[in-house]
């Protein structure tokens, strides 16, 4: 499903031709992306006593895949695509990753067993991705729930739970958001190995 990654272009590459007239580099891009999402963490664990701060989490979380995808369109319009770079990008990814969805389970949308689950869920398919590179294979961004996709679901389910904050068969919809997204990360995690080991017995 991250296809989203390849329809986003048409987005970043004007936002980037901006950007690079305003002087900012690929690297302060990541590092504005993990701000946002600090930011939204806090947001997020706010809105346990005022469900309005919702809203201005779901713009952080935009804000911050806006950002992320626009540092990688930047880095190619400068030439400045290095190893350094793309080491930066991802550490911060992870890190943005852990965040947005502590500042979920922190503010009680969910159980925290289930939020586990879905970090390590969440990380093992980043990593899985990025291990087909360390061992010769193309960087695997397949599988049924991406980077990408799962930001587009949370900004949707942040949005609907600030509109609609009780609780549906037990769990608020943020609390399904990460359920489904626990499931669809363990998934897409066994999707992408079982991709990177066939491709290795080639």
Known sequence: MDDLRDASRSLTEPVAEIVEGAGLTPNMLSALSLCFSFLAFLFYYLSASDHRMLL???????????????????????????????LLDHVIDRYSDVLLISGVIFAGYVQWEIGLLALVGVLMT????????????????????GRADRLVFLVIATIANALYPERIEGLHILGWMVLITMVLSHITAIQRFVHIWRSLGR
């Open 126 to 145: 980043s990593y899985i991705g990025t291990q087909a590179q360390a061992l010769s294979l193309r960087r695997c961004y397949g599988g049924m729930l």
């Open 56 to 86: 201005g989490a779901a713009i952080l979380v935009m804000l911050n895949g806006l950002a992320d995808a626009v540092d990688g369109a930047l880095a190619r319009r400068m030439g400045y695509a290095d190893r350094r770079g793309d």
